[in-house]
T-cell receptor, first 114, second 115 residues
């Protein structure tokens, strides 16, 4: 049962344009969401997160939007740069005490072309 | 501050053998989580350790086990290896303050190949 879904396995965007990566979840208990970027042969790198009490969080070129009613979040990258080419994972968690368990999506490979 | 380190980086084993992977978290981080990454499955949570205690466990068979030492370093062990265990095994550490879930910082992973 895939509780976090990234339905687009790949995305190609021109340099300078906006990249929009989408993520859907099914577990209404999730209340904390994160995006990670992963290059080949490296571990995932934390990008940005959002708590369920917010609907938007911005950090430089990266903005995450959360639509709780639709159980949907998206990552916007503006403007896209060639160095952004990587696999992006969204992840979700429930704040059960202080336990740390992330449920990841299957990832979206972003290719930023010149 | 040094990042999360994992050893070895690459490992080749045969079916039926067992393997032990090691993870050293970022200094001061007390929580260590382990994930398995396979093509098409994304990252799947194996277990989490905090202060030498397993605090959370994913849906993996008992062949997968782990432990954490007093210095927060962690090991995971897979016994009776199967071909399907071939994957990238990732370790992540976090501070785990009172706020609950914190961002996890990942190591580079151990690539395990089972022949």
């Amino acid at each position: 049962d895939q509780q976090v879904k990234q339905n687009s396995p790949s995305l190609s965007v021109q340099e300078g344009r906006i990249s929009i990566l989408n993520c859907d979840y099914t577990n209404s208990m999730f209340d904390y969401f994160l995006w990670y970027k992963k290059y080949p042969a490296e571990g995932p790198t934390f990008l940005i997160s959002i708590s369920s009490i917010k609907d938007k969080n911005e950090d430089g070129r990266f903005t995450v939007f959360l639509n709780k009613s639709a159980k949907h979040l998206s990552l916007h990258i503006v403007p896209s740069q060639p160095g952004d080419s990587a696999v992006y994972f969204c992840a979700a968690s429930t704040q059960t005490g202080t336990a740390s368990k992330l449920t990841f999506g299957t990832g979206t490979r972003l290719q930023v072309t010149l | 501050k040094a990042g999360v380190t994992q050893t070895p980086r690459y490992l080749i084993k045969t079916r039926g053998q067992q393997v032990t992977l090691s993870c050293s978290p970022i200094s001061g981080h007390r929580s260590v989580s382990w994930y398995q990454q396979t093509p098409g499955q994304g990252l799947q949570f194996l277990f989490e350790y905090f202060s030498e205690t397993q605090r959370n466990k994913g849906n993996f068979p008992g062949r997968f086990s782990g432990r954490q030492f007093s210095n927060s370093r962690s090991e995971m062990n897979v016994s009776t290896l199967e071909l399907g265990d071939s994957a990238l095994y990732l370790c992540a550490s976090s501070t785990q303050g009172l706020a609950g879930v914190n961002e996890q910082f990942f190591g580079p992973g151990t690539r395990l190949t089972v022949l």
